[in-house]
């Protein structure tokens, strides 16, 4: 018995140690958490209004039947490029798992891949699929290190070496709930108006009648689109991390939360196993007790 309740006691003690960490990851992914929800919903409105803003001119570049911007032309076959956006570190439930699931939607012998985060790149290295580049998942990821990762991709695309570019992450919708999700950044011909998708879904050849403003361009049109465009796929891949960052943390939190109760119901049990076996070991050593003395008597 003596033995017995020493290894109770060796359990809770080890099972202590752990809830003191995965509260301490706790806190610290609800700090995190608090920090990348703000980013990610602030950076909406500004990429809402981006879409806006070019959706009457590539409406116009995409009706023609000629050639328009290089960045918003649809090419047939070629290679695929994904950018996989994953996390650098575990700990956040299946946040990952979902992500990675998606990744066999993609051939393996028409598909190059880019990572932003470890995750991604070490799945990929195991399901031995072609990776181009690696980038570095930063707690202060900025416009900058997105800005990289966009004209990397954009170079392929513009060389011809891939016919399109797809972001595939994980989008923010609460603190519970975090989707796999792949847009399409280039060619640029999906804007989203409110829940109107333009020049996507299942029937790509729908068309949506808005009404579309008209503006006055100094110089040009096409000097225009020129600027705006690859800033817009700047913008487009800087406010996915963004998502995909806040997704990692409300993960994380959820997942160390859960952590946490899991390790006090299991004290709780491991307490009450403890004090049966040590009730059971006094009571055994009184009844020897009482026994030899009757003996002796």
């Given at each position: 018995m003596a033995a017995n309740t020493r290894d109770i006691r060796r359990r809770i003690k080890s099972v202590k140690n752990t809830a003191q960490i995965t509260k301490a990851m706790q806190m610290v992914a609800a700090s995190k958490m608090r920090k990348a929800q703000l980013a990610a919903?602030?950076?909406?409105?500004?990429?809402?209004?981006?879409?806006?803003?070019?959706?009457?001119?590539?409406?116009?570049?995409?009706?023609?039947?000629?050639?328009?911007?290089?960045?918003?032309?649809?090419?047939?076959?070629?290679?695929?490029?994904?950018?996989?956006?994953?996390?650098?570190?575990?700990?956040?439930?299946?946040?990952?798992?979902?992500?990675?699931?998606?990744?066999?939607?993609?051939?393996?012998?028409?598909?190059?891949?880019?990572?932003?985060?470890?995750?991604?790149?070490q799945f990929l290295a195991r399901a031995k699929r072609p990776v181009l580049a690696e980038f570095n998942l930063k707690d202060n990821f900025s416009f900058f290190d997105a800005q990289a990762v966009a004209k990397f991709c954009l170079d392929r695309f513009l060389s011809g070496d891939a016919s399109r570019v797809t972001v595939l992450y994980s989008h923010y919708v609460n603190t519970l709930t975090q989707n796999p999700a792949m847009r399409v950044v280039v060619p640029v011909q999906s804007f989203e108006l409110g829940h109107v998708a333009i020049g996507g879904g299942d029937e790509p050849d729908t068309k949506v009648i808005v009404d579309l403003p008209e503006y006055i361009l100094e110089p040009n049109q096409s000097d225009f689109l020129n600027s705006l465009l690859p800033h817009f796929v700047f913008y487009q891949i800087f406010h996915i991390v963004l998502e995909s960052r806040a997704s990692e943390h409300s993960a994380r939190m959820v997942a160390m939360k859960s952590a946490s109760d899991n390790a006090k119901q299991i004290i709780k049990d491991l307490t009450l196993e403890y004090n049966k076996v040590r009730q059971a070991s006094i009571t055994t050593e009184i009844l020897e007790i009482a026994t030899a003395q009757m003996v002796l008597s």
């Open positions: 919903l602030a950076s909406r409105p500004y990429a809402e209004e981006l879409s806006r803003l070019l959706f009457p001119f590539t409406h116009l570049e995409v009706d023609e039947e000629n050639s328009g911007h290089p960045l918003l032309q649809k090419r047939t076959g070629g290679r695929d490029l994904v950018l996989l956006i994953s996390t650098d570190k575990g700990l956040c439930g299946a946040l990952n798992t979902n992500l990675l699931r998606e990744v066999s939607n993609f051939a393996p012998e028409t598909t190059d891949f880019v990572c932003i985060g470890r995750k991604g790149l």
